[in-house]
Nanobody
Framework: QVQLQDSGPGLVKPSQTLPLTCTVS??????????WSWIRQPPGKGLEWMGA???????YYSPSLKSRTSISRDTSKNQVSLQLRSVTPEDTAVYYC???????????WGQGTQVTVSS
């Protein structure tokens, strides 16, 4: 069984950087293998794939978020991290880490972290 635990601040102020961390655990599931994505869902909207990091450390980003997003990993801690810079209220969403490249290929999801951007 694979478990993804995503965590981060529930409230971020506009213009700040949102940091999120996903800790992976379970049988045969390390961040050195597979693709690991960050996906979000704004209130009342559908899922939005933000980006991913591959088993070799390569990163992939949604064109609409590429300028503000960084995804990294710490294989010693089995963690994948997201930083979203210069947030606005439009970045308010539930953020998920997930195993797989792109939403259609995800087979495991974190529980989701609600993030609100507000002053």
């Amino acid at each position: 069984q694979v478990q993804l635990q995503d965590s981060g601040p529930g409230l971020v102020k506009p213009s700040q950087t949102l940091p999120l961390t996903c800790t992976v655990s379970g049988d045969s599931s390390t961040t050195s293998f597979y693709y690991w994505s960050w996906i979000r869902q704004p209130p009342g909207k559908g899922l939005e794939w933000m980006g991913a990091i591959g088993y070799d450390g390569s990163t992939y980003y949604s064109p609409s978020l590429k300028s503000r997003t960084s995804i990294s990993r710490d294989t010693s801690k089995n963690q994948v991290s997201l930083q979203l810079r210069s947030v606005t209220p439009e970045d308010t969403a539930v953020y998920y880490c997930a195993r797989g490249l792109l939403t259609d290929y995800v087979d495991y999801w974190g529980q989701g972290t609600q993030v609100t951007v507000s002053s």
